[in-house]
């Protein structure tokens, strides 16, 4: 009804109300003349009009009881208008609940079909709702577990563990479930609304196989080549460039660029082989004798061109891979000697910090641009690929240290300013540790 109607038939309402009390009083009032008692005649009528409100108010809550379904008991005046007010918001409520309960199934069936597991949770991490995809994925049933603690469907203790921890930051990658071994399934706990969260199961089986495809080509690929290459640059090597000095520089190149292709399969067949591992092996791993090790290496590979300083500051051994961490540790010092101009300084420390224990490498070098720092343990990822090939870089060597690394749950700090310096910390908390013998 448009608004200038309804409010003109409003008021039609108020002035028939009004009407019809001024017509009573009129009655009485002639009445009262009549009869000699205009006062009583008075009082009459209106303790009659007062009725009828009161019969008009206990028709209203009679019609409300029946849920408005039959059609209001008034013909006009205000009551009927207050009658039909709200008939037309109980219908429009009505419709509005019609459309949500419509919504709310489209959600729940587009939820229902989906190929993720979809656990709904209360504030106190218990099921509310699962799809089917989340029964077959756990392997539990809906009408069992709605109501209990998820924790109780979560049977391997991996999960437990991280659902236990702070999971919302991280997704729980490649696990598996007793339901079935051959799934490999990732979680993700997605908050929302005061306190509730949403657990999404996926399998990622397919995506672990690709992955898997991959990491067996790269190590294949670098192992085929391995040989012919190792056959190349034995014979570049037989040959005695003074007995042929036309051909001297051509024979030095290929010698170079044979040597950083090896270079390459080197460092790629060791990835594969950190992709591979699982834990870090758990062998003493002497930090005096390291350091001295680092100290000859660094020394041979400036051949004098830095000053280097190598400090032993801490009385603590780790327990790892001595043959990873030393890899690791030297491809720091050869980013170093590499990065730093004839005349810089680099200084290595093994030092306490924070509980733990970090090993550190600094240098008075190029430095990197703040917006390189985030990229730079991705594979193949060089801030200037022309100096890095110049150099005898491989764009492998920071990803072979996060690698190392994560094996020993240490972190990668990198701290640079360009024309200053870098610095590249291996911090290892206390578990990795050990006593000086
Ligand atoms: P590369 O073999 O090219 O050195 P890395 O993975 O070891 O590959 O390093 C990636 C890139 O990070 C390098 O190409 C270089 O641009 C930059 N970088 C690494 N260490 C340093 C350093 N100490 N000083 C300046 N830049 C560095």
Redesign the pocket.
């Known amino acids: 009804m448009p608004r200038s109607l309804s409010t003109s038939l409003r008021a039609h309402a108020w002035q028939v109300s009004l009407g019809r009390l001024l017509l009573l009083l009129l009655i009485a009032l002639v009445f009262g003349l009549v009869v000699g008692q205009v006062l009583i005649c008075f009082l009459v009528a209106l303790a009659a009009y007062g009725l009828w409100m009161l019969w008009s108010l206990a028709q209203l809550q009679r019609w409300l009881g029946s849920r408005t379904r039959e059609a209001p008991p008034f013909e006009q005046g205000v009551w009927s208008e207050i009658a039909s007010f709200i008939q037309s918001r109980h219908q429009s409520m009505r419709q509005r609940q019609r459309r949500l309960v419509r919504l709310l199934r489209a959600y729940r069936s587009a939820a229902t079909a989906l190929p993720d597991g979809i656990i709904v949770l209360s504030p106190l991490q218990q099921v509310v709702w699962a799809n089917p995809a989340a029964e077959g994925l756990l392997g539990f049933r809906l009408s069992k577990a709605r109501g209990q603690p998820v924790l109780n469907l979560l049977t391997e203790p991996v999960m437990r563990e991280w659902l236990l921890g702070q999971p919302q930051q991280e997704p729980l990658i490649d696990v598996q479930t007793a339901a079935d071994r051959d799934k490999r399934l990732s979680m993700r706990l997605v908050p929302y609304q005061d306190d509730h969260a949403m657990l999404i199961v996926r399998d990622i089986s397919l995506l672990m196989k690709l992955e898997q495809v991959r990491r067996d080509f790269v190590a294949n690929v670098s192992h085929e080549l391995r040989t012919p290459l190792t056959v190349i640059h034995g014979y570049l090597d037989m040959i005695e460039t003074d007995e042929h000095p036309s051909i001297a520089t051509m024979i030095e190149e290929m010698h170079r660029q044979s040597k950083r292709m090896a270079q390459v399969v080197e460092d790629l067949l060791t990835l594969s082989r950190l992709d591979a591992t699982e834990a870090a092996g758990d062998e003493p791993v002497s930090m005096t004798a390291m350091m001295a090790t680092l100290k000859r290496e660094a020394e041979a590979l400036s051949k004098g061109q830095h000053q280097i300083q190598v400090d032993n500051l801490c009385q603590a051994d780790l327990h790892g891979s001595m043959k990873d961490l030393h890899s690791a540790f030297s491809?720091?010092i050869?980013?170093?000697v590499?990065?730093?101009p004839t005349g810089g300084s680099i200084t290595v420390r093994w030092q306490l910090k924070d509980q733990g224990a970090c090993f550190s490498?600094q240098?008075t070098?190029?430095?990197?641009p703040a917006e390189?720092i985030p990229r730079?343990?991705e594979r193949f990822?060089?801030?200037?690929t022309s100096?890095?090939r110049e150099?005898g870089?491989?764009?492998?060597?920071?990803?072979i240290?996060k690698h190392v690394l994560n094996l020993h749950q240490a972190k990668l700090n990198i701290e640079?300013q360009v024309g200053v310096?870098?610095m590249?910390s291996c911090c290892f908390p206390a578990e990795r540790l050990r006593p000086r013998d």
Do not use: M, P, Q
């Open positions: 491809n720091l050869a980013n170093a590499r990065y730093t490498v240098d070098g190029f430095g990197i390189h730079l343990t990822y060089r801030v200037s100096r890095s150099k870089g491989t764009g492998l060597g920071l990803s240290v640079s310096g870098s590249f």
